[in-house]
């Protein structure tokens, strides 16, 4: 008996905002939404490790091309650390390497160590990473028990706010810059504190302009047939809001979706070198290097986004 054929795959364009259960990691979230949309084309803009939850934006088929612009965007989460335990991986997944009592802290003591993790502090990247030494990522030498020497990095902590704390652990709320390792922030303080600690929860509630309170668990999505998922997806222009806007006549236009540079109608605009481009009509055509009244395509979507 002839077993029906699976349909093939079809063109999605979009963004969908994911928010990512524990256990999970970020590339069977990434395929499992994939199925759900039954996808050509599809990728997420940063991983999750499989212990963290929280927003994870999934890019699918023109969208892809712009996934890197979430790379470098300002990021939120809510963290919770274990006092008087460290871990080799500096969270709960890891070897304990040390035990130490926890004293009893106040608040104001709390507070105070706090502070000093805030503006711009230095990180070392921990070995158990997806950062490259000689081509190998630094996880894979951690495996294996290496230690590869890393740099120290300079990141911003905006803010750092106590959410509360028990007698043995600590809730705190981080808006940071990109780079930043949650891990190392939590490993930090809990030296600063004097007990050492380790990460037990971490959950993204925010990249960019993007929100969790916006986003769908994976169970949610199942649930849903396939043009009510298809609702939900965000236009592919969703990660480029930070971007200032150019808008274009219709001979601009024409010249700009075929490649060629062209001169610009509006003020250049100072916040960034890279714009996102629209038509006369409203459709996204892409990202464009702006420079001197003149205007060159940088990253095109193909046809224009509908």
């Known amino acids: 008996m002839n077993q029906p054929r699976k349909p093939p795959r079809r063109r999605v364009d979009g963004v969908l905002l994911l928010d990512k ?8 979230a990434l395929q499992k939404a994939k199925w759900l949309f039954n996808a050509a084309k599809a990728g997420h803009t940063g991983t999750l490790d499989p212990m963290a939850t929280g927003l994870l934006p999934l890019c699918f088929g023109e969208a ?4 890197a612009q979430l790379l470098t965007a300002d990021k939120c989460y809510a963290a919770v650390l274990r006092l ?3 871990t080799d991986t500096a969270d709960a997944e890891g070897r304990v390497l040390e035990t130490r009592p926890v004293p009893a802290l106040t608040q104001q003591q709390i507070e105070a160590v706090l502070a000093r993790f805030r503006g711009r502090i230095h990180q070392v990247p ?5 950062l490259k030494h000689q081509g190998r990522p630094l996880y894979d030498y951690a495996r294996a ?3 590869i020497e890393r740099q120290e990095r300079e990141v911003t902590i905006r803010s750092l706010t106590l959410r509360g704390f028990e007698a043995d652990s600590l809730a705190f709320d981080v808006d940071c810059s990109k780079g930043t390792y949650i891990r190392v922030l939590a490993e930090d303080i809990g030296a600063a504190l004097g007990c050492g600690a380790h990460l037990t929860a971490l959950r993204r509630t925010r990249i960019g302009s993007l929100h969790l309170a916006e986003a769908i668990t994976p169970a949610a999505l199942e649930a849903l047939p396939l043009d009510a998922r298809d609702a939900l997806l965000r236009p592919v222009d969703a990660l480029l809001a930070a971007l200032p806007r150019l808008d274009l006549d219709e001979a601009a236009t024409r010249r700009f979706i ?8 509006t003020p250049e605009p100072s916040a960034a070198a890279t714009a996102r481009v629209y038509a006369a009509d409203g459709r996204f055509l892409g990202l464009g290097r702006h420079e001197a009244g003149l205007l060159a395509p940088a990253r095109l979507v193909a046809g224009g986004a509908e």
């Open 64 to 67: 892809t091309k712009f996934a």
């Open 258 to 265: 075929q490649g060629q540079t062209v001169s610009m109608l």
């Open 21 to 28: 259960p524990a256990g999970l990691t970020s590339n069977a």
């Open 145 to 147: 028990g290496v230690e």
């Open 84 to 86: 008087g335990v460290r």
């Open 126 to 130: 921990p070995m158990h990473s997806a």
